[in-house]
Each structure stands twice: as structure tokens, then as C-alpha cells.
């Protein structure tokens, strides 16, 4: 199997609760980000997506800059975990998050072998985040609205030179028809367009089973993580003393 190249991209959130992926499939949505501040949505926006065979790049979790951003940024990780992805985004818009904030929920994703990215845009992260090139090693998805829609590879902030996702507009789909390119929904939802450069395994876009086997891994492990081995252990005692097994 080779690679396919950048493809656009929509991301979600449980502001979008109806998703219409079979829609957007036919509009040439190729893959999807999906929020987790809401994990039951997020799981159903996910399995109704692969069903219509868009691909699931990956999940974010929303900073808010206060206590509860630790478990935003599990609720992530257990959705990533849950459906065999491998990134989780953090989004950094919010004037509370502080660098310290930030650099706690990286920490969070990669000690849970997750790849981290950044979501953000160049105003915020000069006047919020000093500018700080900290973590311009992590993948930057790059929010910049230009409503017409040209994507935007070349940055230059935050130590960033080059976006892997740019968001270009926060009001609907990409028409090269329409007016300044932009048409203002895909199927009667307001969508984030983006356009997602890097590129993905040919696998990804045509069959699951190495991702299914990758949730199935992890349910096995839930499961025997919850097992008592004591009590295993009487109960295979004590069918060895009823002559059941030897």
C-alpha cells in the first residue's frame, strides 16, 4: 500500500450532533476531526463517519484554561483510544489557557502514546502565548479564515513554518462556484473546513481491519484489566479438588 495525499477535511463537535457523513461524502469531504467535549457524540459521529466511509484522522480536546481541562483531555485520549486512532489535537483559543496549561494537557496526550498537535491561530497565540516557540515541534493544525477558498501551507509564528491542517473558513463548505468560494453549509449543517496536507496509508481509506483489530486489543485489555487473579486462582483450586480439572 502507498500514501494519498492532503484531502479536505471537516471538523466536528457536539455543537453538530446530526452529522450527515454519507452528504458529505458526496460533497468530497475525504476525512474528519472530531471533538470530544462530548464523548457520546463524539462516538456516534465517528461510527456513523466510517460508515460512510470517511476516514477519522483524529480527536480534539477544547482547553478551557481552567480544572476541568485534564478531563477534556482524557475524554479524548479514551475516545482515540477506544476507536484505534493515533493523534489527539489540543485547541488553544481560549484567553484563560496558559502555556503551563497547554504544556500539562501535551504532557496528558503523550504519556498516553498519543501523538499531540496544536490548534490555534497566529492572533491568539502572539498575544496570549507570548509568541512562544515551546511547541513548534508538535504538529500545527492552523485556524486562518480567509474565506476564499485558498488553503495555506507556510506559517510564521510560534516558531511554526509549516501547518499540517489549515482551517480556512468557520462557515461552511468549499465551492469554487460560489461566491468568494465558500458555500455556507454541506446538507443543511454549519461546518469548519479544512484542508488536511499530510498524507494518510492507502489502508486508511479502504478497509478497517487493522484499526478494528486495534479496538478489539483494547477492549481485551479493559476487560482483563478488571479481573481479580485471586479470585481466579480459588476458583481453579476448587475445581481441581472437585477432580473437575487436574
Given amino acids: 500500500m502507498g500514501l494519498i495525499g492532503g484531502g479536505q477535511t471537516l471538523d466536528v463537535s457536539n455543537y453538530q450532533p446530526a452529522i450527515i457523513p454519507a452528504a458529505w461524502k458526496d460533497a468530497g469531504v475525504e476525512r474528519l476531526?472530531?471533538?470530544?467535549?462530548?464523548?457520546?457524540?463524539?462516538?456516534?459521529?465517528?461510527?456513523?463517519?466510517?460508515?460512510?466511509?470517511?476516514?477519522?484522522?483524529?480527536?480534539?480536546?477544547?482547553?478551557?484554561?481552567?480544572?476541568?481541562?485534564?478531563?477534556?483531555?482524557?475524554?479524548?485520549?479514551?475516545?482515540?483510544?477506544?476507536?484505534?486512532?493515533?493523534?489527539?489535537?489540543?485547541?488553544?483559543?481560549?484567553?484563560?489557557?496558559?502555556?503551563?496549561?497547554?504544556?500539562?494537557?501535551?504532557?496528558?496526550?503523550?504519556?498516553?502514546?498519543?501523538?499531540?498537535?496544536?490548534?490555534?491561530?497566529?492572533?491568539?497565540?502572539?498575544?496570549?502565548?507570548?509568541n512562544t516557540t515551546e511547541f513548534a515541534c508538535l504538529p500545527l493544525w492552523y485556524a486562518s479564515y480567509l474565506y476564499t477558498g485558498v488553503v495555506l501551507r507556510e506559517v510564521s509564528f510560534g516558531g511554526w513554518t509549516r501547518a499540517a491542517v489549515h482551517q480556512y473558513t468557520t462557515t461552511g463548505t468549499r465551492n469554487d462556484s460560489a461566491p468568494g468560494g465558500i458555500s455556507p453549509q454541506i446538507a443543511g449543517v454549519d461546518v469548519d473546513y479544512d484542508f488536511d496536507f499530510e498524507p494518510i496509508p492507502e489502508a486508511d481509506m479502504i478497509d478497517q481491519d487493522l484499526r478494528d483489530a486495534m479496538v478489539m486489543r483494547e477492549q481485551i485489555r479493559g476487560v482483563a484489566s478488571n479481573i481479580d487473579l485471586d479470585v481466579v486462582k480459588k476458583a481453579i483450586a476448587a475445581l481441581k479438588a472437585a477432580g473437575v480439572i487436574s
Avoid: K
Avoid at 480534539?60 to 483510544?81: T, W
Avoid at 500539562?104 to 507570548?130: D, K, L
Fill in 33 to 130: 476531526i472530531v471533538g470530544c467535549q462530548r464523548p457520546d457524540i463524539a462516538r456516534s459521529q465517528i461510527a456513523s463517519a466510517r460508515a460512510a466511509g470517511i476516514v477519522v484522522r483524529a480527536v480534539y480536546a477544547y482547553l478551557y484554561g481552567n480544572s476541568g481541562d485534564s478531563g477534556q483531555v482524557q475524554n479524548a485520549i479514551d475516545v482515540a483510544r477506544e476507536f484505534g486512532l493515533f493523534s489527539v489535537w489540543l485547541d488553544a483559543e481560549e484567553a484563560a489557557l496558559t502555556i503551563q496549561g497547554l504544556r500539562n494537557a501535551v504532557a496528558q496526550v503523550e504519556a498516553a502514546g498519543f501523538e499531540a498537535g496544536i490548534y490555534t491561530g497566529p492572533y491568539y497565540w502572539i498575544n496570549h502565548m507570548g
